[in-house]
């Protein structure tokens, strides 16, 4: 059964850094694309980052260059480091896994997680 477990979220001030983390079972994050969503109330899910089994990445245009995503496979977790963190980055931060080994940025994804919020002051 696959579950997706994210953490790391909270409230920090514009600049501060975060990381975010995504604990999965029931599959490996090497053999999956998986990707990081974020969403405001009121707003449409926007992806943020991907990252397939061939470690390929890709990045909302927002986020280049502040965040990265990345796994480490031997505890089976997806991370999103975030730095230089802006108020518009506040939102909840949802893990996402696709069944496939390639996915698109905004598209594609099977299983979901509950999300963990991010908060950022200015």
């Known amino acids: 059964q696959v579950q997706l477990v994210e953490s790391g979220g909270g409230s920090v001030q514009a600049g501060g850094s975060l990381r975010l983390s995504c604990a999965a079972s029931g599959f490996t994050v090497s053999s999956n694309c998986m990707g990081w969503f974020r969403q405001v109330p009121g707003k449409e899910r926007e992806g943020v980052a991907r990252?397939?089994?061939?470690?390929?990445?890709s990045l909302a245009g927002s986020v280049k260059g502040r965040f990265t995503i990345s796994t480490d496979n031997a505890k089976n977790t997806l991370y999103l480091q975030m730095n230089s963190l802006k108020p518009e980055d506040t939102a909840m931060y949802y893990c996402?896994?696709?069944?496939?080994?390639?996915?698109?940025?905004?598209?594609?994804?099977?299983?979901w997680g509950k999300g963990t919020l991010v908060t950022i002051s200015s």
């Open positions: 990252l397939d089994s061939d470690d390929n990445t």
């Open positions: 996402a896994l696709s069944r496939r080994n390639w996915c698109r940025l905004n598209s594609g994804m099977d299983y």
